[in-house]
């Protein structure tokens, strides 16, 4: 098993809608998330940062986090052309001050 | 701003001549990482460093080499560079600590082309 997951994609939804990204880690230790984008050719972007159970805001950006679960997501609400891009799920082992570990990325494309 | 540079942005080299690549950061961090990232694929860490502790990934092959002279800089040196590694590579920085908010920030990118 890897230590994080996600689906690969490419994941299609309508322009306006909501954009759902999955993750999971496998490491019960792992204490902050993190959701990059990154567009093609380009680094990532950090865009969200989740720490505690529950919802995190941010704009049109939702984190959800259950640790209990091992399960971190990433919604987008009324997403747009310009959000489609790969996103990727970091996970920090606190363990490990300099340890981030990345899933594969889902590719989001938003059709107009 | 602070923020984390590479250079050059675009590198062209040929089937085994050395290449360097360069990164700078004015975030005052304690760790620099180095990435390789080829399309569709997830960032490879290659390596990365704690101030001046290296820290090499067990798979990262041995022409990969890197150096980090002070706080600010880090160098990645591939000294024979073969097709496969081309690749965008990423420089990244994060303090190092182990509290929560700690984060990674990446640079733009170098993309590296073997002829």
């Known amino acids: 098993q890897k230590e994080v997951e996600q689906n690969s994609g490419p994941l299609s939804v309508p322009e306006g809608a909501i954009a759902s990204l999955n993750c999971t880690y496998s490491?019960?230790?792992?204490?902050?998330f993190f959701w990059y984008r990154q567009y093609s050719g380009k680094s990532p972007e950090l865009i969200m940062s989740i720490y505690s159970n529950g919802d995190k805001e941010d704009g049109r950006f939702t984190a959800q986090l259950n640790k209990a679960s091992q399960y971190v997501s990433l919604l987008i609400r009324d997403s747009q052309p310009s959000d489609s891009a790969t996103y990727l799920c970091?996970?920090?082992?606190?363990?490990?001050?300099?340890?981030?570990?990345f899933g594969p990325g889902t590719r989001l494309s938003v059709l107009p | 701003d602070a923020m984390v540079i590479q250079n050059p942005r675009y590198q062209v080299t040929q089937f085994g001549k050395p290449v360097t690549l360069s990164c700078s950061q004015t975030l005052n961090h304690n760790v620099m990482y180095w990435y390789q990232q080829k399309s569709s694929q997830a960032p490879k860490l290659l390596f990365h460093y704690y101030d001046k502790d290296f820290n090499n990934e067990a798979d990262t092959p041995d022409n990969f080499q890197s150096r980090r002279p002070n706080t600010s800089f880090c160098f990645l040196d591939i000294r024979s560079p073969g097709l496969g590694d081309a690749a965008m590579y990423l420089c990244a920085t994060s303090r190092g600590d182990i509290g929560l908010t700690d984060t990674q920030y990446f640079g733009p990118g170098t993309r590296l082309t073997v002829l």
């Open positions: 490491d019960r230790g792992s204490q902050s």
């Open positions: 970091a996970v920090k082992r606190d363990n490990y001050g300099q340890n981030f570990v």
